[in-house]
């Protein structure tokens, strides 16, 4: 019977460990978390950069992945404007665990970044495909990176790519009124 009685006092107080939060958890001076992240070429028409920029509250980036949508990149080597070879980016977003950190958080990231002649993206609701003319020459490359990174509050963290493909992502803390505690320096595109 001892062991009976100690099997639920037990189990009650583990319940009430995993119910502490974090002692870096903003939630404790009634601030949230939210995560700003942009995926940005060279739009290949304008010159200009391009991209898509999102912002997200942490607590919903748990195993949570963003497709970037479709987007056609060129290159030209030695900057010669006749010889460019283009390709369609397809590009995800993963992250699949989080924590706080004394001055901001941790995250485990995942990055794909595939160029090719085709790609498709098939969602729920939604059906893109775009590919580049058989006559014009193409790009082929693939990155896809793993890795646990740390997001001090307002500080953006970069990752390059090929081709002058960039991902960008930077942590901040909102107030009770959802109004923004740090800045993250990714511009609206």
Not at 157 to 173: K, N
Request: hydrophobic content about 40%; some cysteine.
């Amino acid at each position: 019977m001892k062991y009976l009685l100690c099997l639920p006092l037990s189990a009650i107080l583990l319940s009430g460990c995993s119910l502490m939060r974090s002692p870096h958890d903003p939630a404790r001076d009634k601030q949230t978390v939210s995560v700003v992240n942009a995926m940005t070429w060279t739009n290949p028409l304008s010159g200009k950069r391009d991209g898509v920029r999102t912002s997200w509250p942490l607590e919903e980036l748990a195993n949570h992945e963003e497709v970037f949508p479709l987007a056609q990149i060129k290159h030209c080597p030695l900057g010669a404007q006749a010889d460019c070879n283009w390709g369609v980016l397809s590009a995800s977003r993963s992250t699949t665990r989080f924590g706080y950190l004394p001055g901001g958080i941790t995250l485990d990231l995942g990055l794909l970044v595939d160029v090719h002649r085709r790609q498709q993206d098939r969602r729920r609701n939604h059906h893109t495909a775009m590919a580049i003319p058989a006559d014009v020459g193409a790009l082929s490359y693939r990155k896809s990176l793993q890795q646990a990174i740390s997001l001090p509050y307002g500080k953006v963290y970069r990752i390059e790519f090929e081709y002058g493909l960039r991902f960008d992502i930077c942590a901040r803390r909102l107030d009770a009124h959802g109004q923004a505690l740090d800045q993250c320096d990714i511009p609206f595109i």
